[in-house]
């Protein structure tokens, strides 16, 4: 018995083919191709490196912040990416911690864990995780932790807008790069969201952490991609 | 990409060229993104053509690369999706309006697009591409074991996939067809 994908298989090999590019072509594409910039904390630390990044994101009161629990999790870089994921999942949920977990290692053998909570369990990460880097040495390890807040639920914001911006490619930027200092930190935050129409919002940064609030309606329209 | 490069590159790339541009387009959801991916992979690949040792192997390393690629672009994806938002209904009320070819294709990328990323590389390239499961393993870096698991869950999610266009269009009869 044919399975029930096979027509729609079918049909997606030849669609595939359409305006597919020859050799040439793409030699010609890859001429005009813009330079990849980003990830360049790692980038410039060729040795092994390790991030360790937090976001919490939540459409809840900021009293729901209030509970800080202890947890400890071990992570072991030399394992491959979804073992990580599995591993530290394990661990968090071991301690009746539900989080979505992703690592990612780059060629040259750094290492990128992302920790994130939505919702009102985002009090369980605030402040109480502690995470121990097996093979990676203790100066080449950073974390850095974003949590978000919206404490207007009927002031006219789109939450999953915001949530675009907050996990979009400019954050994860300016959540792995490097600034001199913490204004730094939360000027290059603050610019990320006035573009995405967010200019209200309030950042405070202290010691690489970074609280985003929103208790206002945005003042400004999104800028133009 | 310096000319020589580019030129002990297309040696090579020629002869499985459209072949591995496929592969890109269908495991990446579109043919946009796939030769976005492609574009990159074979950039990539001039970087690392040096470290290839037996360049009779260059068809399953330049698909090697492909799937490091996508995975990659899927890693950096995971920042935008691991909110639970509500998707655009690209699949569509029911069942039949996948009527025709662009939306029968359209409806097994939405399928594939359920997949695990190394479910869905496996899938494409034993079932879209013909390769036999050792040579999956080779182009994945894992055991053939491995594959085999990855295409047994796979077909899973593919089969619960097309299953849950099903009940919109079964489970409850009109009141037409209820009298006819």
Redesign the interface.
């Known amino acids: 018995m044919a399975?029930?994908?096979t027509?729609?298989?079918a049909?997606?090999?030849?669609?595939?083919?359409?305006?597919?590019?020859?050799?040439d072509a793409?030699?010609a594409?890859?001429?005009n191709?813009p330079q990849e910039t980003q990830m360049r904390f790692f980038k410039s630390h060729p040795a092994l490196s390790a991030l360790l990044a937090f976001?919490i994101?939540g459409a809840v009161s900021g009293a729901a912040y209030a509970v800080v629990r202890e947890v400890w999790v071990t992570v072991d870089a030399d394992q491959s990416?979804d073992q990580i994921e599995h591993d530290v999942t394990d661990q968090l949920q071991q301690q009746g911690v539900a989080a979505?977990v992703?690592a990612?290692k780059e060629?040259n053998g750094n290492l990128r864990v992302?920790i994130?909570q939505?919702g009102s369990g985002s009090a369980d990460l605030e402040s109480g995780l502690h995470v121990e880097v097996k093979n990676r040495p203790a100066g080449e390890q950073r974390r850095r932790s974003m949590r978000f807040e919206l404490k207007c639920t009927d002031c006219g914001i789109d939450p999953?807008a915001l949530?675009?911006t907050m996990?979009?490619?400019d954050m994860?930027a300016v959540l792995t790069g490097e600034f001199a200092n913490d204004d730094d930190l939360a000027a290059a935050v603050k610019k990320v969201l006035a573009a995405h129409g967010f200019a209200n919002a309030k950042i405070t940064v202290t010691d690489g952490d970074i609280l985003v609030t929103v208790d206002s309606a945005p003042t400004a329209s999104p800028a133009a991609p | 990409m310096n000319d020589l490069a580019w030129n002990e590159l297309s040696l090579l790339l020629g002869p499985i060229h459209d072949d591995v541009q496929l592969f890109a387009r269908r495991i990446a959801g579109s043919n946009a993104e796939g030769d976005d991916v492609f574009q990159e992979a074979v950039l990539r690949a001039a970087r690392k053509l040096p470290s290839l040792r037996d360049r009779g192997k260059f068809r399953a390393w330049m698909s090697s690369v492909v799937v490091s690629v996508h995975r990659s672009r899927c890693r950096r994806a995971f920042w935008s999706r691991f909110l639970s938002r509500e998707d655009a209904d690209v699949v569509g009320d029911d069942g039949a309006s996948w009527a025709d070819e662009r939306a029968s294709a359209r409806r097994a990328s939405a399928a594939l697009a359920t997949l695990r990323p190394p479910e869905r590389e496996a899938i494409v390239l034993f079932e879209l591409h013909g390769y036999a499961i050792e040579e999956i393993a080779e182009i994945q870096r894992s055991s053939q074991s491995a594959v085999k698991s990855r295409l047994v869950r796979g077909r899973d999610r593919l089969r619960a996939f097309y299953h849950s266009l099903e009940p919109r269009s079964q489970a409850v009869p009109t009141e037409e067809v209820c009298r006819g």
Do not use: I, M
């Not at chain 1, 090999?13 to 305006?19: D, F, K, L, Q, Y």
């Open positions: 399975e029930p994908w027509d729609d298989f049909a997606l090999e030849t669609r595939s083919r359409h305006g597919l590019r020859s050799l793409t030699r594409s890859l001429s191709r976001l994101l990416p979505t992703h990612d060629d992302l994130a939505t999953s949530a675009d996990s979009g490619p994860q």
